[in-house]
């Protein structure tokens, strides 16, 4: 079993106005197997916590500690962060012209074994999830994300969640923008991966419509930079029917 264990974690970032304080004490531990739904409204940090843990040059670590089975995380760079087992779907993925989809995805599953796959059945492989996430298999040949609707690139993203297979994956409001159908398809590979792999999952979102699919062993709402409440699925059913604003209140 692996632990990505998260300890008063304190982030800022520099703005115009000077250092912006986001993240002001944050502990969470994440174990394999472990599905973590983060709730809260815009501007509570959720995105500057997946951001942190993958290393995003943008954000200022002033205090505290991400372990990974004991390991140092902030002292990685981002490709040993990738290598140690850590995955970001992001909310807005990039564009990469010039880049194909199948050569960006073998290039990276190179990156993180150490060595290049079997081309076929490399090659196999990538259609079968292709096909399970609903892609056509032109994708293969287009630029990596360039072109794409939302659901496009959220669908690749979890292609490469299902190639890479890391030990701990940050979703960061993978939910955005899809429709019903997408949802359900892009839920589906996650929950895939969670039960071919055991893996561990923090899943960043505003809504609850997503756990539905994904079924959530803890929920945490993040309000100020702040874990304001922990719970169970339970807790994620009643910010559907009550909102945030009793949080907001209790921070005015």
Avoid at 148 to 163: D, N, P, V
């Amino acid at each position: 079993m692996s632990t990505l264990e998260i300890r008063d974690l304190q982030v800022s970032i520099e703005t115009d106005q000077g250092t912006k304080p986001i993240l002001k004490g944050v502990d969470l531990t994440i174990e394999s197997g472990g599905i973590h739904a983060i709730m809260g409204p815009n501007g509570s940090g959720k995105s500057t916590l997946a951001y942190t843990i993958a290393g995003h040059p943008r954000y200022n670590v002033d205090g505290g500690t991400i372990t990974l089975d004991g390991e140092d995380v902030l002292a990685m760079s981002v490709d040993e962060r990738a290598r140690a087992g850590l995955f970001l779907a992001m909310q807005y993925p990039v564009e990469i012209p010039g880049v194909t989809v199948a050569n960006f995805l073998r290039t990276a599953k190179t990156a993180i074994d150490g060595e290049a796959p079997a081309i076929r059945g490399w090659a196999k492989t990538v259609n079968e999830h292709m096909d399970q996430l609903r892609m056509d298999k032109s994708f293969s040949a287009r630029n990596v994300n360039e072109g794409f609707s939302g659901g496009e690139k959220k669908r690749h993203e979890i292609l490469q969640l299902e190639l890479l297979k890391p030990r701990f994956a940050v979703l960061d409001e993978t939910d955005s923008g899809l429709d019903v159908d997408a949802l359900k398809i892009v839920s589906e590979g996650v929950n895939r991966a969670h039960e071919t792999s055991d893996l561990g999952v923090l899943l960043i979102t505003h809504y609850t419509r997503i756990l539905r699919y994904i079924q959530p062993t803890h929920v945490h709402v993040f309000v100020n930079g702040r874990v304001a409440e922990e719970g169970g699925r339970e807790l994620a059913d009643r910010l559907e029917d009550e909102g945030y604003d009793r949080y907001l209140t209790a921070q005015a």
